[in-house]
């Protein structure tokens, strides 16, 4: 029996509120109805702002995402499986940025096991964790303190990443596209990691399967800045095809698929 409007977009929502992103395609095949219907439930929950129109798409409204705490809440495991992934890159004795992003933040627990390591931070948050729970040495970015976000930016922070170099940047995105780059929700988050990868060895990307659906506002950086990406499950072909063709190293949690969105 086919879905009714409402039980289609009540099943859009639950979707969005899950993953972050919906895509039309794939809830045209999954429902059963054509891509004109999708759009057309998607305009409706638009309209009534429970979510915001992207390109081939829906995403979480970017008000409802401002905070660190509602980032956090959203793609948990996803997130969990990012972060170890990216810390078994990391050896004893490394020199690194983490960015103050959620899906980094996920790092924390497996680089407390490290030894002897010199991070990078403008998360607040992920600083006295680590200080909390590890022998590393930490240097904390000044700047512009953003409460709702635990974080610092703006010139400080960039003029004292400016006087560092040598390390690995370890980034997350609010979205990816593969022609435009790397994209952040905020231009000041945007224009800080801009500097930073301009003053890296090395950038690892680290983004959950969401990010892989649509891209935001901001670039901050091309795909020639990234040398490896690591995420959740393996993203579809176009996307692994992408990545090799530009000679990035793809690393994913073995045996799992992408949750359908």
């Known amino acids: 029996m ?4 409402e039980q289609r977009q009540e099943e859009i929502l639950t979707r969005v509120l899950g993953v972050g992103h919906v895509v039309v395609k794939a809830l045209a095949v999954d429902m059963g109805v ?24 829906a995403t979480m409204p970017r008000t409802a995402d401002f905070t660190v705490l509602g980032r956090a809440r959203r793609n948990v495991e996803a997130k969990r499986i990012v972060g170890r992934l ?14 103050s992003g959620t899906t980094c933040f996920e790092m924390r627990r497996h680089l407390m096991q ?6 990078l931070l403008n998360s607040t948050r992920l600083a006295m964790e680590l200080n909390a729970g ?18 610092t930016v703006g010139p400080l922070a960039v003029a004292a990443i400016d006087q560092l170099r040598g390390y690995v940047a370890f980034i997350g995105a609010d979205g990816l596209d593969p022609d435009f780059g790397v994209t952040a929700d905020d231009i000041q988050t945007a224009f800080l990691y801009q500097h930073v990868l301009r003053n890296a060895r090395e950038t690892i990307l680290l983004a959950d399967h969401t990010k892989f659906l649509c891209p ?20 579809d072909d176009e996307w ?13 949690e073995m045996n799992t698929e992408a949750p359908g969105c």
């Open 34 to 57: 054509s891509e004109a219907t999708v759009r057309r439930d998607l305009r409706a929950l638009a309209d009534a702002r429970k979510v915001e129109l992207v390109y081939g798409g």
């Open 216 to 235: 935001s506002l901001y670039r901050i950086c091309t795909w020639d800045a990234i040398s490896r990406v690591v995420t959740d499950v393996r993203p």
């Open 2 to 5: 086919s879905l009714t409007s």
């Open 240 to 252: 692994v095809e992408f990545l090799n063709k530009n000679g990035i190293e793809l690393i994913h």
């Open 86 to 99: 990216a810390a078994g890159l990391v050896p004893d004795g490394e020199m690194m940025y983490v960015d």
């Open 114 to 119: 490290k030894r002897g390591l010199s991070i």
């Open 134 to 151: 590890s022998d590393a040495s930490i240097v904390l970015l000044g700047g512009h303190y953003r409460p709702e976000r635990m974080d």
